[in-house]
């Protein structure tokens, strides 16, 4: 499943521009060591962190977009540093619980 | 013939921390390496970098490309590093509260430098700086 395909099968909102990137699963964390070192390739990160740290891990480790939880809001230099990168960015307004059962379920895994 | 590159990690700021890792990124994926080896050392040297700038005011980053090998150093003279071993434990970490807001001070850099390397090395004096060596093979 793509970016785009995930975005609009699940109702989440695009914060930045929607891609044809695979998803080939989920990996729901806060800390960016542990998604970095533990996410793998194409993942979409669950998350709320919004600072333009989380943007740059998810460039590094290759993730297929960025999962924004509980409706926060991405912060100014990582929607830029998005942009840039072209790392596509979601948001849900549900919790990454949720969030994360949600995308499992459309993946069919 | 060898390529070189060298970043200068201004340790001040962390909306900038990464610059030097995204560039090689980049220039390595221009290069043509394979792209399991470009995300091995992105990774690495994202953690290291990142080191660089929270716990040693910043530093300096050369890249090596040889034939059969990359190698990254990390050079800061920072405050050091007193025990490496305890540093090197997953879930070690001295950051401050402010660090740990933003998603950092997992303890787990060092960790995934050692994961995602062929081979890791650690030069450091307390009161001097660290020099953090990061080889990763091309095959
Ligand atoms: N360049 C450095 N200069 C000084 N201390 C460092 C450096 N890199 C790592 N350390 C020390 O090693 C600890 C563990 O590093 P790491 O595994 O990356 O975890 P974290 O950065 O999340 O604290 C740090 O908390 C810090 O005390
Ligand atoms: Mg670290």
Redesign the interface.
């Known amino acids: 499943m793509t970016v785009r395909q995930l975005c609009e099968k699940a109702g989440f909102s695009p914060v930045t521009e929607l891609n044809d990137v695979e998803v080939n699963g989920a990996y729901c964390c ?5 998604i ?2 533990r996410a793998k ?1 194409n993942a979409a990160l669950v998350t709320v ?1 919004t ?4 943007i ?2 998810a ?4 993730l297929s977009c960025v999962v924004l939880t509980e409706g926060v809001i991405l912060d100014a ?1 990582a929607l830029e540093k998005a942009r840039q ?1 072209g790392v596509a960015v979601l948001s849900s307004e549900k919790p990454s619980y949720e969030t994360s059962v949600l995308i499992h379920n459309l993946l069919g895994k | 013939m060898a390529i070189n590159m060298r970043y200068v990690v201004d340790g001040s700021d ?2 900038t ?2 610059e030097a ?2 560039a090689v ?1 980049m220039k390595l994926k221009k290069l043509g390496i394979a ?1 399991d080896i470009v ?1 091995r050392v ?2 690495a040297m ?2 290291a970098e ?1 080191n660089m700038v929270i716990h040693a005011g910043g530093g300096v980053a050369e890249v090596e490309l040889e034939s059969d090998k990359i190698i990254i150093k990390l050079i800061d003279h920072g405050k050091g590093i007193a025990d490496v071993d305890l540093a090197m434990r997953e879930g070690y970490s001295t950051a401050p509260d402010a660090v740990r807001n ?3 001070g ?4 060092l ?2 430098i050692k ?2 390397s062929d081979e890791m090395h650690i030069d450091t004096e307390v009161g001097k700086g660290t020099t953090v060596t990061i080889i990763i093979n091309l095959q």
């Not at chain 1, 806060?30 to 542990?34: E, N």
């Not at chain 1, 600072?51 to 989380?54: P, R």
């Not at chain 2, 997992?106 to 850099?109: H, N, S």
């Open positions: 806060d800390l960016l060591s542990w970095i070192g390739e962190m600072n333009v740290n989380v740059a891990v460039v590094m480790a290759e230099a990168n | 962390f909306t921390a990464g890792s995204t990124k792209p995300r992105a990774i994202y953690e990142i933003l998603g950092f997992a303890g787990m850099g960790p995934n994961k995602y």
